[in-house]
T-cell receptor
Framework: GAVVSQHPSWVICKSGTSVKIECRSLDFQATTMFWYRQFPKQSLMLMATSNEGSKATYEQGVEKDKFLINHASLTLSTLTVTSAHPEDSSFYIC??????????FGSGTRLTVV | RKEVEQDPGPFNVPEGATVAFNCTYSNSASQSFFWYRQDCRKEPKLLMSVYSSGNEDGRFTAQLNRASQYISLLIRDSKLSDSATYLCVVLTGGGGNKLTFGTGTQLKVEL
């Protein structure tokens, strides 16, 4: 139980375009979704916390206008990287807290901006 | 200072060896502690929670020292399949719901 499905697994896009990443909770309702970013050989860094039906809370240094988060339903949260640039290339991963299984993670999205 | 610090390794050990990883955290108000395992290019997966009393799960033993703000993971009889990056994770935050990850310690188990 407590599966978070994340898509796409990887994406290559051109500089200046926008990319949307989706995380769906398949068998539970995710009131809160956490979005992380991980650069090579670095730790997962929390970018923002999204709550269903309200605005996301962004960590210091994360541009909210660049990383748009939508959490319109209890089973879907999306992260859109707008006007992506090569420095945005990273591993993006979502996570939800569940009642019985602790924190469960999506499988991650590897974004490469060329 | 990083909130959660780990030696990045890599630790190269022969199959069957016993290996220990350490982690320190800076926020004394941290509430819960975990070890996660992350395989290359994959999502982290919970290995075990860590308690002050120490806890064991098969070949894995975790220990927490709140006074020293120190967490450890011991792997006995290491297998090739144990090769991965082990992440020390601490739960902090006003709402008690912010996970802070260490950079991870890479383990390579060799024949």
């Amino acid at each position: 139980g407590a599966v978070v499905s994340q898509h796409p697994s990887w994406v290559i896009c051109k500089s200046g375009t926008s990319v949307k990443i989706e995380c769906r909770s398949l068998d539970f309702q995710a009131t809160t979704m956490f979005w992380y970013r991980q650069f090579p050989k670095q730790s997962l860094m929390l970018m923002a916390t999204s709550n269903e039906g309200s605005k996301a809370t962004y960590e210091q240094g994360v541009e909210k206008d660049k990383f748009l988060i939508n959490h319109a339903s209890l089973t879907l949260s999306t992260l859109t990287v707008t006007s992506a640039h090569p420095e945005d290339s990273s591993f993006y991963i979502c996570s939800a807290r569940t009642t019985n299984y602790g924190y469960t993670f999506g499988s991650g999205t590897r974004l490469t901006v060329v | 200072r990083k909130e959660v610090e780990q030696d990045p390794g890599p630790f190269n050990v022969p199959e069957g060896a016993t290996v220990a990883f350490n982690c320190t955290y800076s926020n004394s108000a941290s509430q819960s502690f975990f070890w996660y395992r992350q395989d290359c290019r994959k999502e982290p997966k919970l290995l075990m929670s860590v308690y002050s009393s120490g806890n064991e799960d098969g070949r894995f033993t975790a220990q927490l020292n709140r006074a020293s703000q120190y967490i450890s993971l011991l792997i006995r009889d290491s297998k090739l399949s144990d090769s991965a990056t082990y992440l020390c994770v601490v739960l902090t935050g006003g709402g008690g719901n912010k996970l802070t990850f260490g950079t991870g310690t890479q383990l390579k188990v060799e024949l």
